[in-house]
């Protein structure tokens, strides 16, 4: 009872900072740490040389790719701190041991592209509602054998959402405090995830955090999203699909800042926060992508208007006000970023171009074909 009371007043609103004293977790648990911005933080955390060391936990779907750690792999120091375990986190026999292991886990593991979940959705329930379900159970576990004296502490567990959560934002900015909207199977899947673990720190005192970050580019982006698809597709001369009249807009946030931020919050926040992690780069889709043509010296003709994605959000935005009353700050521009990322893309197609290939080209038919057989020139 008064755990659950104090847990209550911990989400009291008038607290707009409840940053507590920074800590450092020695052993962690990365879920989904073989995908794009998983990978990123496993590869940060373990580049910083201080110890840490991490369990990944990846169920290698389509999106899973342990390349993506050979940087780190390759380098017997770090390789020393990391364990790499194939299977899925809505498997409680494979998690429980896991969690049993960790100081704090970070829960990147996810189907995460919107235009799959309007072609199949259900893999967006297990993973994003139900993978998160079976983490948190198993964090009660340890809850409860550390207060039986069985460990030091309850494992902190921070969950990664995102601003789709809030929906579509005509105008301003999203704080932390507004309705969730989603509008689309994946963000109603991962809205689901983040209220199921607030749920969590309110009825059982769970030390939980939550980040929501925005649209997050950089190297190792599996070539479904808009940047990745449209520099691989341009390198290769092919047709560019821009849904709509492609005036949507997005704020972009560079994937190590993103990775950065993740572990800013789990270090200084205080337990049941949220905390909106944003770009401060917002831009329309067809801006982005002069961009990224204008780096690579193609022509604007590679780029046609496809029919829209159904229920597409028009626009994104949030504020990083507490965020930054948390002490963090953001490092890369976005032109420098961009351009990094489409040098990376040209310097590394040994690692797209398999990627590029078999279950990939089943969706691209399934995502494009007839769109593009129906696309008008995009002006
Ligand atoms: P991603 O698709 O690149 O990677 C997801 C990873 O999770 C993959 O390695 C995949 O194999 C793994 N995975 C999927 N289902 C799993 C399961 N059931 N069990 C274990 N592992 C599983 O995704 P990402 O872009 O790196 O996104 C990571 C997280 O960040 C997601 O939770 C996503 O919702 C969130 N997010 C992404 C963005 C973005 O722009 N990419 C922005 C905000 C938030
Ligand atoms: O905002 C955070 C979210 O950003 C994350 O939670 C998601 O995991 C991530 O996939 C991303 O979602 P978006 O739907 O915004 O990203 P995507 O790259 O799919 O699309 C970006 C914009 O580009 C969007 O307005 C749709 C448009 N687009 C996308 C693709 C793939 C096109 O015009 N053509 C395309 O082929």
Redesign the pocket.
Request: hydrophobic share 25%.
């Given at each position: 009872m008064t755990q659950e009371r104090d847990a209550t007043r911990m989400h009291d609103k008038s607290r707009t900072t409840a940053q507590r004293g920074s800590r450092r977790y020695a052993r962690l648990l990365v879920?989904?740490?073989?995908?794009?911005?998983?990978?990123?933080f496993v590869r940060d955390v373990l580049g910083r040389r201080d110890g840490t060391h991490i369990t990944v936990?990846?169920?290698?779907?389509?999106?899973?790719?342990r390349s993506?750690l050979a940087p780190v792999e390759a380098d017997p120091e770090q390789a020393a701190r990391l364990r790499f375990v194939v299977?899925?986190?809505?498997?409680p026999e494979i998690v429980e041991p896991l969690v049993a292991e960790a100081d704090a886990v970070v829960?990147?593991?996810?189907?995460?592209?919107v235009d799959r979940s309007i072609l199949e959705p259900v893999?967006f329930l297990?993973?994003?509602v139900l993978?998160v379900h079976v983490l948190l159970e198993a964090c009660r576990k340890e809850q409860a054998r550390a207060r039986a004296g069985g460990r030091a502490a309850t494992p902190r567990m921070l969950q990664?959402?995102?601003?789709?959560v809030y929906g579509s934002v005509e105008t301003g900015e999203s704080v932390e405090d507004d309705r969730l909207e989603p509008r689309s199977p994946?963000s109603a899947a991962?809205a689901a995830g983040e209220l199921l673990v607030r749920s969590y720190f309110i009825t059982y005192g769970l030390d939980v955090v939550v980040?929501?970050?925005?649209?997050?580019?950089g190297p190792y982006?599996?070539p479904e999203?808009l940047i990745p698809l449209f520099v691989t597709n341009a390198i290769d001369d092919q047709q560019l699909p821009l849904y709509g009249d492609g005036r949507q807009r997005r704020d972009w946030?560079y994937?190590a800042d993103?990775a950065g931020a993740i572990g800013h919050v789990l270090e200084h926040a205080g337990a049941g926060e949220t905390y909106n992690?944003p770009g401060g780069n917002e831009r329309a889709n067809r801006e982005v992508v002069a961009t990224l043509l204008e780096l690579l010296g193609k022509p604007w003709s590679l780029v046609r208007s496809v029919e829209d994605r159904p229920g597409h959000d028009w626009r994104y935005a949030m504020t990083g006000d507490k965020l930054a009353a948390l002490g963090w700050k953001n490092k890369m521009s976005f032109e420098v970023g961009l351009a990094a990322t489409v040098d990376w893309y040209l310097a590394n197609q040994g690692w797209w171009r398999p990627i590029k290939s078999g279950e990939w080209e089943e969706y691209y038919r399934r995502q494009y074909a007839t769109r593009l057989a129906g696309s008008r020139d995009a002006g």
């Open positions: 879920t989904g740490g073989a995908g794009f911005i998983g990978s990123c936990l990846d169920k290698l779907t389509y999106a899973g790719n993506n299977g899925d986190i809505a498997d829960n990147f593991a996810a189907e995460s592209h893999d297990r993973t994003d993978g990664v959402s995102t601003d789709e994946y991962k980040t929501r970050g925005s649209n997050t580019y982006h599996y999203k946030l994937v993103h992690i």
